[in-house]
């Protein structure tokens, strides 16, 4: 069996520049991780070990760190909250990633200019957390289904920067149509790294039909690169870990793709790269207990990609 690769994959700059300041802290117990610092297990188990502090990105995010330092991750803050953590006297280790700036200053540019701001992006999600806090009138839109008619003059459309580009074309189509007296302004804040990983993607499809995902289950884009499989008609298998992985799901396959998030390592790209390679060749006839029902991870077309 051979194992593509995907051409484009892995770790993104703002998540390894992210790492990097955090490699540097000399005392990590002084300071707290305000969220994840990549949606990725394994260096959430890193940072903990490390003795970092950790917020979730839920049900804390009012609360102010007791620690004296907060690092900021990747994903951003809101000014407004980022002002609340330096009037409680914390210092930040701001690690947010160029490319989400650039979304919240063009959201803010928006703002400021009178436009309703059209956030294309996931609900709830950290980074939209981050952009929309500094707004006063706004949607999010997860999909196109999510469009409405708008009261308002001035539309102004930004995406989460790891919205996959077809999709946000979608919306963008819809918000015109649905919005036809309206001034529609469409900036585009999808990220660099993430289109390279989902045209890169689209070559992985030309040549396989069973794709490994390997990602953190509540990573954005790695759940967008699953999604995009899936809407080809892949089977796709997400794991986290080669740890996850099951030599049946390899049966009577020549070839398997492999892909992976930003926020995943290279490292654990190689193990899962050499966990396959090492699965390859097993044969054994399919049964009826066939891993499509019997392994949660395996998604199947048109189904629910992750219950994450
Ligand atoms: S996915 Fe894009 S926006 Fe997010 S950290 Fe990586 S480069 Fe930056």
Redesign the pocket.
Known sequence: MRVIRASAMG?????R??LKVADTVAQPVQVTVYGEL?HNPLVQQRMQRRGFQQFGEGEHRDAIPDTPHVLIT??GISQRRAATLRDAGKTLLDTT????KK?HAAAIGLRDQGYHVLLIGRPGHV?VQGITEDLYSYDVLPDSAAVKTYHHHKLGIICQ??TPSARALEIRAAVERKNPHAEIKYIDT?????KDRQLAVEDLLNQVNTVVVVGGKNSN?TRQLVHRCQDRGAVVYHVQSAAELDPQWFESIEAVGLTA???TLPETIEDVYTAISSMGGVSRFATDNSPCNKYPRKIKTGGQADAA
Not at 97 to 100: F, N, R
Not at 190 to 194: G, K, S, V
């Open positions: 770790v993104c700059f703002g998540v520049d992210a990549v990747a994903h990633c160029p490319l989400v979304a980074e920067t790891t999808i990220c660099q790294p993430t884009n998030g930003t926020s």
